[in-house]
């Protein structure tokens, strides 16, 4: 008989049962059903309210970056991540940082847009107007939803309203615009657009479709800079290969991408740590590097006159510490903890430094070593480990594969069968 995917009512089952029922489905052995309810910090009542059909708890290795100097303040900086090196180039790239003063950054007020989407007008611009027109009691009844964002100093601030072009017509996009304080916002934002659309629908003689938040948070913005001695770079060699590598991500999306992923690898450790939405961070970054109409580099790096290397960042940085995961998952908490910060605003702060110090790491060590002098020392112990290495057998078998340049899983059981025997 042929397996099937549907179940009635899985969701009722208990977490055992439902470990019991994808063994079943997907062949486990007992020892790794036993993996899937192995204890975490995360405990599985707390997960099992925090998402739907829980079955485990997924570890990620959670390090911290030293170094970092944001602001005149002394920071240590958790990062969630599996990928090797990552921690050690953020960690070495905000050393060589401190010499200049390390980080400066700031941030936009908290302010998230919510949009309302109008369909069937016939004279948009009309309905434009009809809907600014009655802004005031709009913004009034999108704060009577959150009386405490409000006492805060948050809410409803502004409200657009923008006509756009579809394969399917003219559409009105009313968009709230709310400042969410120390909260990401989403689920503030969204009941404020679900309860402003009858109005907005009656207002504008259109119909309303969707009302959501958007993760292109373009007026929360978050902004590092950083300057790096040359000297410490390893001299104006490196400096100008730096500037030929961010030239190349500039003009080509193709390295782009990648350029900016490099980034992405330290603010999206950092948001997981603290318990924020990924998701949200990654889509409003690579939508803000194509605003122009080209997608390109996140970062700015030019030369000053002394020579040195002087980097900025700018990004959407939606981010909370109050609401969520931020509050729910311990980690999350202590990691908030560690950091050291009081508001949101301080927390987006760090992040982008982070992001900036992880860019310079990176084409620092395309333009001086290649990237993979160090990554693959690290690459070669998850290698290792796979083959099934453990203790002191890590080490020596990632250093012999890094020793003779084969850093693959067959030469990591070949060589854990040798030092077995000995």
Sequence with gaps: MAKSSEYSGFYRLSITERVKAVKEFAGLTDEEATLLLKASSLSFDVADRMIENVIGIMPVPLGVAVNFVINGREVIVPMAIEEPSVVAAASNAAKMARARGGFHATTTDPIMIGQVQVVGVQDAYRARFEILTHREQILKQANEQDPVLVSLGGGARDLDVRIIDTFLGKMIIAEL??????????????????????????????????????????????????????????????????????????????????????????????????????????????????????????????????????????????????????????????????????????????????????????????????????????????????????????????????????????????????????
């Excluded at 080209?294 to 040195?308: A, I, V």
């Design 177 to 422: 615009q709310v400042d969410c304080r120390d909260a990401m916002g989403a689920n503030a934002v969204n009941t404020m657009v679900e309860a402003v659309a009858p109005l907005i629908e009656k207002v504008s003689g259109g119909r309303v479709y969707l009302r959501i938040i958007s993760n292109l948070a373009v007026k929360r913005l978050a902004r590092a800079k950083a300057i790096f001695e040359r000297e410490a770079l390893g001299g104006g060699e490196v400096v100008d290969g730096i500037l030929k590598a961010y030239a190349f991500a500039v003009a080509d999306p193709f390295r782009c991408a990648t350029h900016n992923k490099g980034i992405m690898n330290g603010v999206t450790a950092v948001v997981l740590a603290s318990g924020n939405d990924t998701r949200a961070i990654e889509a409003g970054a690579h939508a803000y590097a194509a605003r122009s109409g080209h997608y390109t580099s996140l970062t700015t790096w030019e030369k000053n006159s002394d020579g040195d290397l002087v980097g900025t960042l700018e990004m959407p940085m939606a981010v909370g510490i109050v609401g969520g995961a931020t509050v729910s998952n311990p980690i999350a908490k202590l990691v908030i903890r560690m950091v050291g910060v009081k508001s949101a605003k301080e927390l987006a702060e760090v992040i982008v430094s982070v992001g900036l110090a992880q860019n310079l790491a990176a084409l620092r060590a395309l333009a001086a070593e290649g990237i993979q002098r160090g990554h693959m020392r690290l690459h070669a112990r998850n290698i290792a480990i796979n083959a099934g290495a453990t203790g002191d057998l890590v080490d020596r078998v990632s250093e012999q594969m890094v020793l003779e340049g084969k850093i693959r899983i067959d030469r990591a059981r070949d060589l854990l069968q040798k030092f077995t025997k000995v």
